[in-house]
């Protein structure tokens, strides 16, 4: 009969590709049980959207069945986000494991269509999900994820309506579309700082944020106040976007808050008539960008009439046309970020955040 | 994708804590150590009632620092630097881990 010991030591074999270690010493087997000849534990992955679960089950499966004397292997995969470091002495939002901003440096590269598709593929997965619309001067994520819907007053702050499985709030929400904002510093900030404190987010495994373009106030605010676990770039493909966007890189980087990656979005276009595929932005600049500033590019999204249909309706291109190689690429990306942040985390915890003990 | 490659390593302080009575002992990630006299950090302070915004100049004059001015407290400022709490009732500058290593080094 197989001991546990046994298991554990074929299960060192497999690796998990991303976080470059064995299944074993990061904790991920659970509940294991050996009744004679059959095997069965669970494996706790660290998000549900894991790009390689299929792999790592396989090869786990694989590897216990070859001890001598086991005859069935049972695996459960389970995944559990894990949170990002939190610093003590500062604020954070009780039960938000991760909090992620979208920037963009330049506008109109569809950041917000980015941030709300992002969010439900992230959701569909099985992940708790939160967006938070602070694009205070053209909130347009109600608009894409066709809520209509106000929050309601909660016990302790507002309760956000839930479209598509993620908790959503926006600017949008207070201000009427016949208003135009036109604030100082100070009201960015403190409007900010109403999303963060004052809203009943419950407990979330990603809290995107959808930010105005730019490095200004709403920004710096944000990377002040709570601890983020790193932030997602949107870019088009072209020069002009990209110069920009290294903008937002630096700033990033200046508030020591990580690039998680970069997105592509008007990566190219398919002609519906010919199927040939044209560069309207030209390409390869993702490329360029995320070997300069050492990031993975997390996916890149085709500039189609069906993302701007369906973000127009209100109605996410993931659930509209689900086979859709527009939705696929929106998979890919919740995927590939949820993959980042497992990373970011990991070794967060390898380097522990500094201590204040003055 | 990039096959999980490593973020670049950052600077950073592993432990903001005291040196002696009043001054500070910063403790960084490349294993240096780094000591701060009080009353030198807050003459350092970058906020803009100490520092001309646009011309980058000294507005602090020194004689307006009691000498024993030393931190009543130390806070986080996001992943980026701190906040202190002075004395003297003064607290708007973000002493920066940029700024407080460059300091180190002078």
Redesign the interface.
């Given at each position: 009969m197989a001991t546990e010991q046994q298991v554990l030591d074929a299960l060192r074999s497999v690796q998990d590709p991303d976080l470059h270690r064995d299944i074993v010493s990061l904790g991920f087997i659970q509940d294991m049980k050996i009744v004679g000849g059959d095997v069965s534990f669970a494996i706790n992955l660290t998000t549900p959207a894991c790009p390689v679960k299929d792999q790592l089950k396989a090869q786990a499966e694989e590897a216990v069945k070859k001890i001598s004397g086991v005859k069935s292997v049972q695996i459960d995969m389970r995944a559990e986000v894990r949170s990002m470091a939190m610093p003590t002495g500062q604020f954070t939002i009780p039960g938000v494991k991760n909090i992620v901003p979208v920037g963009s440096g330049k506008g109109g590269v569809g950041k917000s269509t980015v941030a709300a598709n992002l969010a439900v593929a992230l959701a569909g997965t099985g992940a708790r999900v939160g967006l938070m619309d602070a694009d205070i001067y053209g909130p347009s994520i109600p608009t894409i994820l066709g809520i209509t819907e106000q929050p309601k007053p909660g016990q302790r702050g507002l309760i956000p309506p839930v479209a598509y499985g993620v908790k959503v709030i926006s600017a949008g929400f207070f201000i009427k579309p016949d208003q135009a904002v036109i604030w100082r510093g100070p009201m960015l900030s403190k409007l900010v700082d109403e999303f963060l404190r004052n809203v009943e987010w419950g407990e979330l495994d990603y809290l995107i944020i959808d930010l105005p373009p730019g490095t200004g106030d709403v920004q710096l605010t944000l990377c002040q106040r709570i601890p983020l676990t790193g932030a997602v770039i949107v870019s088009t493909p072209q020069d002009v976007a990209l110069n920009v966007a290294e903008k937002a890189h630096i700033m990033f980087q200046q508030l020591k808050c990580a690039t998680l990656g970069i997105i592509e979005n008007m990566s190219y276009y398919i002609c519906k008539h010919c199927g040939e595929r044209e560069e309207i932005f030209s390409s390869g600049g993702a490329e360029r960008a995320a070997a300069k500033w050492k990031v993975p590019v997390l996916g890149k999204i085709p500039l189609a009439k069906n993302i701007r249909e369906a973000s127009d309706n209100g109605r996410p291109i993931g659930l509209v046309e689900p086979g859709s190689p527009e939705a696929a690429a929106f998979a890919e990306i919740a995927r590939n970020l949820a993959a980042q942040i497992s990373i970011r985390n990991m070794q967060e915890q390898e380097e522990p955040l500094v201590k204040i003990t003055f | 994708?990039?096959?999980?490659?490593?973020?670049?390593k950052?600077l950073?302080?592993?432990?903001?804590?005291?040196a002696g009575e009043h001054d500070?002992r910063i403790r960084w990630?490349d294993s240096s150590e780094s000591i701060y006299i009080a009353r030198k950090l807050r003459m350092e302070c970058p906020c803009a009632h100490c520092v001309d915004e646009t011309t980058g100049r000294r507005i602090l004059k020194e004689p307006a620092i009691a000498m024993d001015v030393r931190?009543a407290?130390?806070?986080?400022?996001?992943?980026?630097g701190?906040c202190i709490h002075w004395s003297d009732g003064h607290s708007t500058g973000?002493y920066?881990?940029?700024k407080l290593y460059g300091l180190a080094q002078r």
């Open positions: - | 994708m990039a096959d999980g490659k490593k973020l670049e950052i950073v302080p592993l432990e903001v804590g005291r500070i990630n931190p407290a130390i806070e986080p400022v996001g992943r980026y701190i973000i920066t881990w940029e």
